[in-house]
């Protein structure tokens, strides 16, 4: 079987965009998952509180939360400040986020894609210092809710001057669902000739129902790294309606099926997309918790 690597991003990113939830529900949805055999976790962002009230709990949610040694766990920064306190919390892989959009960008993090580059190179340098890893997600690449296409050039461009920097890891980020698997050959083929070993990861939303075929595009495309959350928990505040991330139970269902190993349970990780419905108190929309997988566990 092909081994493949999925980071869960329900903690973060999936309860950052959900009404706030209390610490107690936060860890108790932490540790669940990190009882399904997933590898990777993103389990929390240190962010301002008033930028994003729902992560204010941050460092008590991951001092409390029963670490598996067999997890690789990551924490989401958006400025120096935050990449110091997840340090100071003990994580060692750290992302970043900066937007190919101009307009998305701005509307983020009021300032532009190159003034978010020139502050990323510095964090860069402060992790490796710190010993941990840098991960840059670009966010809007395969499109955006303000100025439409996102030119692949302008997305590789990034890439290339987040690599010359020290990047040790870069992920695109499908923000608002607007990716489909033309956009994925597009974006992807083309980082990939430039990078051939980079690592590269790919988060997609389900806003649009493309999400699974986007995995399959960017499998084919030596992809093997992808982010899900659980349940499809999360969205987006600038696409109205959306329905979050892909949700992981359903990248497991398929992609098992089709011979590849996630190393993830999914009888546990069904319990734990049951768990996040109770937590945010209404239905999720996977499918396969909705349904159950095609032959009962």
Not at 5 to 13: A, K, T
Not at 23 to 32: C, E, G, N, T
């Amino acid at each position: 079987m092909t081994a493949l690597s999925i980071r869960e991003v329900g903690p973060r990113d999936g309860l950052q965009n959900e009404d706030p939830v209390p610490a107690d529900a936060k860890v108790r949805l932490l540790d669940a998952l990190s009882g399904t055999g997933v590898g990777r976790i993103e389990a929390v962002s240190f962010v301002h509180p008033k930028a994003i009230p729902q992560m204010a709990d941050a460092d008590e949610v991951w001092a409390r939360a029963k670490k598996n040694p067999l997890v690789r766990y990551s924490a989401l920064v958006p400025n120096t400040k935050g990449a110091q306190r997840a340090v100071a919390a003990g994580f060692t892989e750290i992302e970043v986020v900066v937007s190919a959009s101009d307009t998305h960008n701005r509307r983020n993090v009021n300032r532009s894609t190159d003034e978010s580059l020139d502050d990323i190179a510095g964090l860069i340098d402060l992790l490796h210092g710190a010993g941990a890893s840098a991960e840059v997600i670009i966010a809007t690449s395969f499109g955006c809710p303000f100025e439409g296409d996102v030119d692949p050039r302008r997305v590789a461009g990034i890439v290339d001057r987040v690599v010359a920097d020290g990047a040790d890891r870069v992920a695109f980020g499908d923000t608002t669902g607007m990716g489909t698997p033309r956009r994925v050959e597009d974006v992807v083929g083309p980082v990939r000739d430039r990078h051939p070993d980079l690592p590269l990861l790919l988060h997609f939303h389900n806003t649009r129902g493309t999400a699974l075929a986007n995995i399959l595009t960017a499998l084919r495309l030596g992809v093997t790294e992808f982010d899900a959350s659980i349940g499809g928990l999360g969205g987006c505040p600038y696409a109205p309606g959306a329905t979050g991330n892909v949700a992981t139970e359903e990248v497991v269902h398929m992609l098992e099926d089709m011979g590849y190993d996630t190393g993830i349970d999914l009888k546990a990780l069904l319990e734990a997309g049951r768990l996040a419905q109770e937590i945010v108190g209404r239905e999720l929309p996977s499918g396969v918790l909705k349904a159950g997988p095609r032959i009962p566990l």
